[in-house]
């Protein structure tokens, strides 16, 4: 059983909320990324309230520690349960963020690996393993690893044993939600949701997922 996260990418509030208005029945947490962030402003996480779900703050966090400090305060502020970092720029960088989280009653993730084609041109020879161990050492409420590629996600999932797994793909991208779900604890659908004619027809095709049948 995984929970289904709606990877939010619209960029006009209007439709946004007409979407999750539709969908909300059919989902676990809602991921708000800069698409829609830099459109509305970081405000518009209160018009969400209303649904009862999760918020993600998806904004791939990637600064030095101070920075990156300033940002997750103004991510838990908003009112997020939790937040997306990379891991990329090392342990004092992500241990910026996870203490932040910490301190709000937040979570946080770091990406280890990302799901689209151009990734494995750095996320290979152990450089997304060595990831998850730093964001296990950190205290990391869990990773970011790939729908599209569940061999590699299996890999780390050895890596961060019983700590969450949120794994993005699922549809326009090509990850095999079924096959996914068997390995993580989110998956993360955006385009093949809010793209979709009836965004809470689409959303329910994945009920079978959340349900662990």
């Known amino acids: 059983m995984a929970e289904l996260i709606l990877a939010l990418d619209a960029t006009e509030k209007k439709q946004a909320l007409k979407i999750v208005k539709a969908a909300a029945p059919h989902l676990d947490a809602i991921k708000l990324g800069y698409p829609l962030i830099l459109s ?7 018009e969400f309230e209303k649904f009862d779900l999760p918020l993600i703050a998806d904004f791939k966090v990637a600064d030095i520690p101070n920075t990156n400090r300033l940002i997750a305060e103004q991510v838990f502020d908003a ?3 939790s937040l997306i970092c990379h891991g990329f720029t090392g342990k004092d960088s ?11 009653g937040g979570a946080c993730f ?5 799901s689209h084609p151009g990734a494995t041109l750095f996320f290979h020879g152990g450089a997304a393993e060595k990831i998850a161990e730093m964001a ?3 205290g990391a409420d869990g990773i970011i690893a790939p729908a599209t590629r569940p061999e590699r996600t299996k890999a780390l999932r050895k890596i961060v044993g019983r700590r969450k797994i949120l794994s993005p793909g699922v549809g326009a991208q090509g990850g095999d939600a079924h096959v996914v779900a068997k ?3 989110g998956i993360i659908v955006g385009r093949a949701i809010y793209e979709a004619e009836d965004p809470a027809a ?3 095709t994945f ?3 959340r349900s662990g049948k």
């Open 94 to 104: 992500v241990q910026a963020c996870v203490d932040v989280a910490a301190d709000y």
């Open 207 to 209: 009920a079978h997922i």
């Open 202 to 204: 689409a959303a329910e």
């Open 40 to 46: 509305c402003g970081l405000e518009i996480a209160e």
């Open 79 to 81: 009112c997020f349960a």
């Open 136 to 138: 296990m050492e950190c």
């Open 110 to 114: 770091v990406v280890a690996e990302m």
């Open 183 to 185: 390995i993580v604890d």
